[in-house]
């Protein structure tokens, strides 16, 4: 008896360019997984060199176990949590989804593009116990092959020696249309084109030291601001930062700073200038003065988008709000870059230009001075401030989500933060008793903790985020 039966397969119907590959078909097994990706340990490989967005094991496609009505298998396809998605039909799947036969599968945006088919073969038995003949295999029509090497092709096929095409494409001497649907989102398009209107506009005011350092300022926080973005990879509206980061630097000029010093300076033991030079009493007075009082300070913009997103509706709620600790880290990190841009631009480089050129009589020297300061300071927000205020954000919207310890959570934030914060500034006091290599390598020692403790929180608020599957980071490790 011959028996009708429906296998699987993957076939090819895209490749880079017209030229780069024939159409190829990969049989799906009915027993075992199929996967797809980079590395040499899939079934369907993807050549990296043509195809960078798709990751080392991006999709399996594996068996369901049922069959359709009429007997056909079922199977389904399930994304491995790669970096640039899975599409079918040209709609991103989460997790898995069940194929249909004709449906489209792409890895990645502008990847490798597969159609998913039904191949109909027969099951040959009992000719043996009647002694009849087996009847031949059908013909196929299409150049589809009726049987498959045992290892399927590597993706695309090696083209024969002698046979690279000379023909050259529009595409090709002209990169910018094929690539423009990649400029925004894997060009770096935007970064690229503020760094260069930056430099133009350096160029323009060096003779001006004022607007120069805010711009170099605005630069260089603003790049520092943007890894740790990329890094969280959750879109927050850019309203959303820039107010953050607006907001505290307009306390800073009010009367609320008076407010906050008079707590944590006067009432409390903060008055670093009246505190002993040695180490302990240096780091009791920065807790309360810099580390408690500053944190805080920092973290109004995260409880104030907290309180307006639970006044607002789906899915503004969301957006607007805290609701999980990368938005806690992102407002909180925004929230520090105006904290550093006024503590720098309106305290410490004014300062210190003063008094170089006074002492040297050479206002050229104050001017190199303060931008010697400027860079280091703003540069090092990113182990400093932003990182104090982005472990603190963690925990706040963490605490959101585990509202049971809630003012547990909030406490232990706080409370390290702040420590982190009152050690960077006590570290300095070490240089009068243990010299300055003490004091530099605590320094480091205390910028390196502040930058593991901030990442660290970012990783594990990622694996929290609720929306982790629209999620964008950039990957430390190379992507599974």
Not at 144 to 162: A, E, F, K, L, M
Not at 178 to 202: E, F, Q
Not at 265 to 289: T, Y
Not at 466 to 477: D, G, K, V
Request: aromatic content about 10%; proline content about 8%; glycine content about 10%.
């Amino acid at each position: 008896m011959v028996n009708d039966r429906q296998s699987g397969l993957l076939r090819l119907i895209s490749a880079q360019s017209n030229a780069d590959a024939a159409q190829s078909c990969y049989s799906l097994s009915e027993t075992e997984e199929t996967a797809i990706g980079r590395t040499a340990d899939c079934q369907v490989i993807i050549d990296s060199n043509l195809f960078g967005g798709v990751s080392r094991r991006h999709a399996v496609v594996k068996p369901t176990g049922s069959r359709t009505p009429q007997g056909a298998p079922i199977w389904q396809i399930c994304d491995l949590n790669s970096a640039n998605g899975t599409y079918v039909n040209g709609q991103k799947i989460q997790g898995c989804q069940t194929l249909n036969v004709g449906d489209r599968v792409m890895l990645s945006h502008n990847g490798p593009e597969f159609l998913f088919e039904h191949r109909a073969t027969q099951l040959v038995d009992q000719f043996a116990a009647t002694g009849s003949p087996a009847p031949a295999p059908p013909s196929y029509p299409s150049p589809t092959p009726p049987s498959y090497p045992p290892q399927p092709p590597v993706y695309p096929p090696q083209p024969t020696p002698g046979a690279v095409s000379n023909q050259v494409t529009v595409s090709q001497l002209f990169p910018i249309v094929s690539a423009r649907k990649d400029l925004l989102g894997k060009g770096y398009l935007i970064p690229g084109i503020l760094t260069v209107m930056m430099v133009v506009l350096l160029f323009i005011f060096a003779s001006n030291p004022p607007v120069f350092n805010l711009l170099l300022a605005l630069y260089l926080g603003g790049g520092g601001f943007y890894f740790i973005y990329r890094l969280c990879g959750k879109q927050k509206p850019w309203w959303v930062l820039l107010l953050s980061t607006i907001f505290t630097m307009v306390i800073l000029v009010t009367p609320v700073l008076s407010l906050f010093i008079l707590v944590f300076r006067g009432i409390l033991p903060g008055n670093v200038q009246g505190a002993s030079p040695d180490f302990i009493s240096q780091l009791i007075s920065h807790f309360f003065g810099a580390g408690l009082m500053e944190e805080l300070l920092k973290a109004l913009p995260i409880f104030g988008f907290f309180f307006l997103g639970s006044q607002l509706r789906p899915p503004s709620r969301q957006k607007v709000g805290v609701w999980e600790p990368l938005d806690g880290i992102l407002i909180g990190a925004a929230s520090a870059l105006g904290f550093t841009l006024v503590e720098t631009l309106g305290q410490y480089v004014p300062g210190i230009a003063a008094d170089v050129a006074r002492s040297s009589a050479n206002e050229f020297a104050g001017a190199l001075a303060a931008v010697q300061l400027l860079i280091p300071r703003i540069l090092g927000s990113v182990a400093g401030h932003m990182a104090y205020s982005g472990i603190f954000g963690y925990f706040i919207g963490l605490s959101i989500l585990k509202p049971a310890q809630r003012w547990q959570i909030l406490g232990i934030g706080f409370l390290v933060s702040s420590g982190i914060h009152a050690f960077w500034n006590a570290s300095g006091s070490l240089a009068r008793n243990f010299g300055e290599l003490a004091a530099v390598l605590s320094l480091m020692t205390v910028g390196v903790l502040a930058y593991v403790f901030l990442t660290a929180a970012i990783l594990k608020a990622r694996q929290l985020s609720p929306t982790r599957s629209q999620n964008f980071a950039t990957r430390i490790a190379p992507p599974n």
